[in-house]
């Protein structure tokens, strides 16, 4: 399989509200239809960075750390203010998996600093680094997630409110992406802030993420 060799990532975006399931959360509303168009935008530390069998450590500060199985993509050439989705498309190296682990409450402490709650060390596993160039830009594939091989995510990259080639090209609008740059998708239904009553991860758990044909992560989750 031959791999790709991009730059370290210098920045990693973060896509939220990518799903019609999330467009309201208990801590924020939807003002107006033209709230609900566009994504949110987020991003993590270069820092919570790791690879896709690595362990996940739960911090003495974390309290509510949570799973969200996402589509992640890396840039190959810079791009800013590009023309089209298909000019989106040229700039995109990789498709993989990752997981953009988050702390719910240090996300939404202060007034909702998001990249307080994603940043945290371990808070970033995923497999662009060992996976071939995205063969097509083929969205029918399958997303799962299992905690202690329980499933709690099971959907499709067609959910996604805004596609891959559509993030790319939006985000270009006011910012240049660069070689290596990482942009986690958007997740989907069945985190565990989502469940009744909420279940967040605690040391002695095992996180396993997979999208068809992309792979998939298993990451253990200890307290540190």
Known sequence: MTVLQLPAPRNVYCIGRNHS?????????????????????????TSALTGPDAAI???RQNRQVDWEAELVLQIA???????????????????????????????????????RGKSFPGFAPHN???????????????????????????????????????LVWHLSQSMALLPGDLIFCGTFPGCGFRQTPERYLRAGDHLRT??????????????V
């Open 128 to 166: 662009i680094d060992a996976i071939s160039p995205a063969p097509d830009f083929n969205l029918e594939r399958r997303v799962r997630c299992w905690v202690n091989d329980v499933l709690m995510q099971d959907s499709q990259l067609t959910e996604y409110i805004h596609p891959p080639d559509w």
């Open 77 to 115: 050439e810079p791009a800013f203010a590009l023309a089209d989705t298909a000019s989106a498309r040229a700039v995109i190296g990789c498709w993989g998996v990752g997981n953009d682990v988050s702390d719910r409450w240090w996300q939404g402490v202060g007034g909702g600093q998001w990249v």
């Open 57 to 59: 450590p739960i911090q």
């Open 210 to 223: 997979w999208i068809e044909d992309l792979g998939e992560l298993n990451n253990p989750v200890i307290q």
């Open 21 to 45: 399931s999330l467009l309201a959360t208990a801590t924020e509303s939807i003002s107006s239809a033209a709230d609900a168009v566009l994504p949110l935008l987020a991003s993590k530390a």
